[in-house]
């Protein structure tokens, strides 16, 4: 059974403030996507990670794939209430005929 | 339109009732999914299914039945569910069954089902 395990589960801090959010495996992925879902909604694709080491930024997130492609962490600096949400990693295992396995994301409040 | 719509956003039933979520996207993608959305578990694939055809089967039991009558509707039917069936059903699309190496998927808002 492949797992992805995310910490923190839960997380709430002060508007400004930085955070990190792992996502870890003993599975390596062929990519991995992290998606955010707002309360009330459905989850919407972030970014997606492929090449082992790689770093993508998206504003004041931070996204990088591990080199082994078994982990990815998201960094988001000066965190703002917009940012409140559920964060979900899914890495994608190809040769398994393309099987997503999701983490069971984080919980992230702001608060002003 | 690159929305995938779901209907009802609520829905409560008791445990003998049959009732049916929908699922719709005009996104022209060939793949369509079913997931479960239970507190502090990781989202459960239930169903895939591509072009039409049902694919994927992630040992669903029988009060969960899914229909797709053509490539933009997907349909789960509800019968006699228990009260831990009560979950956010998340219906999906992507552009194949067998992803890309991007292998995005495009959820639709949910339906909250609460089972008494």
């Known amino acids: 059974t492949q797992l992805l395990e995310q910490s923190p589960q839960f997380l709430s801090i002060q508007e400004g403030e930085n955070l990190t959010v792992y996502c870890n495996s003993s599975?390596?992925?062929?990519?991995l996507q992290w998606y955010r879902q707002e309360p009330g909604e459905g989850p919407v694709l972030l970014v997606t990670v492929v090449t082992g080491g790689e770093v993508k930024k998206l504003k004041r997130l931070t996204f990088q794939f591990g080199d082994a492609r078994k982990d990815s962490s998201l960094h988001i600096t000066a965190a703002q209430p917009g940012d409140t949400g559920l964060y979900l990693c899914?890495?994608?295992?190809?040769?398994?005929?393309?099987?997503?396995?999701f983490g069971q994301g984080t919980e992230l409040s702001v608060k002003p | 339109d690159t929305e995938v719509t779901q209907t009802p956003k609520h829905l409560v039933m008791g445990m003998t009732n049959k009732k049916s979520l929908k699922c719709e996207q005009h996104?022209?993608?060939?793949?369509m999914y079913w997931y479960k959305q239970s507190a502090k578990k990781p989202l459960e694939l239930m169903f895939v299914y591509s072009l039409e055809e049902r694919v994927e089967n992630n040992s669903v039991p029988s009060r969960f039945s899914p229909e797709c009558p053509n490539s933009s509707h997907l349909f789960l039917h509800l019968h006699t569910l228990q009260p831990e069936d009560s979950a956010l059903y998340l219906c999906?699309?992507?552009?194949?069954?067998?992803?890309?190496?991007?292998?995005?998927?495009?959820f639709g808002e949910g339906s909250r089902l609460t089972v008494l």
């Open positions: 996104m022209g993608h060939r793949a």
């Open positions: 599975s390596v992925f062929s990519s």
């Open positions: 999906a699309s992507s552009q194949d069954r067998q992803p890309t190496s991007t292998g995005e998927l495009f």
């Open positions: 899914a890495g994608l295992i190809y040769n398994q005929g393309g099987k997503l396995i």
